[in-house]
């Protein structure tokens, strides 16, 4: 059953806490995004890795960190310094299809919430 | 810097009737053009693309209408059913950015039985 898996679903951060957001695909696509999404403010880009070992930042970096050490596996860890966490955190990976067709395949995302 | 507009934020229609939603975009080196459907606690789905070289494209229901000189383009759904309830995501990429997508604010669309 080939697909990306987010876990937790839910995940709660104390004060000055770090946290990690695991996602996992099994799709074999190369390229693998992580979005935040907010209510009214759409899906914006945190950071996105192309290729095992290389990352970039996306619109919204900072507070943020990744590491991209295995294909599979692209794990975001909120930092301390992200002031205002809480949002729904959505993981994807892509391939470019027939004619270009740039399809990105998203995980069932995590609610991260501070206590 | 919001590239992508959509609106409106929401849209409640009846069943049968026809839901219109809405994205204008600024950068003209936008070469490709997706909707991306999402339910509550699910991650958005690709629903249908558009390329600027085409002025519209239909997928069953799902009519994507684009306007190349008002750099805007619209999502239409014929014959709104419940099922269709959900957000909404338009969005763009250049041909240099990969799979990179910027995505509009979103739709909440409620379609009533």
């Known amino acids: 059953d080939g697909g990306i898996t987010q876990s937790p679903k839910y995940l709660f951060r104390k004060e000055g806490q770090n946290v990690t957001l695991s996602c996992e695909q099994n799709?074999?696509?190369?390229?693998m995004y992580w979005y935040r999404q907010d209510p009214g403010q759409g899906l914006r880009l945190i950071y996105y890795s192309q290729i095992v070992n290389d990352f970039q930042k996306g619109d919204i970096a900072e507070g943020y960190s990744v590491s991209r050490e295995k294909k599979e596996s692209f794990p975001l860890t909120v930092t301390s310094a992200q002031k205002n966490p809480t949002a729904f955190y959505l993981c994807?990976?892509?391939?470019?299809?027939?004619?270009?067709?740039?399809?990105?395949?998203f995980g069932s995302g995590t609610q991260l919430s501070v206590l | 810097q919001q590239q992508v507009k959509q609106s409106p934020q929401s849209l409640i229609v009846q069943k049968g009737g026809i839901s219109i939603i809405n994205c204008a975009y600024e950068n003209t080196a936008f070469d490709y053009f997706p909707w991306y459907q999402q339910f509550p606690g699910k991650g958005p789905a690709l629903l249908i693309a558009?390329?600027?070289?085409?002025s519209e494209k239909k997928e069953g229901r799902f009519t994507i209408s684009f306007n190349k000189s008002a750099k805007q383009f619209s999502l239409h759904i014929m014959d709104s059913q419940p099922g269709d309830s959900a957000t909404y995501f338009c969005?763009?990429?250049?041909?240099?950015?990969?799979?990179?997508?910027?995505f509009g604010e979103g739709t909440q669309l409620t379609v009533n039985p």
């Open positions: 969005a763009a990429s250049w041909k240099t950015s990969g799979s990179r997508l910027t």
């Open positions: 994807a990976s892509s391939i470019v299809g027939v004619r270009g067709v740039r399809k990105l395949f």
């Open positions: 558009i390329r600027p070289d085409v």
């Open positions: 799709l074999n696509h190369d390229a």
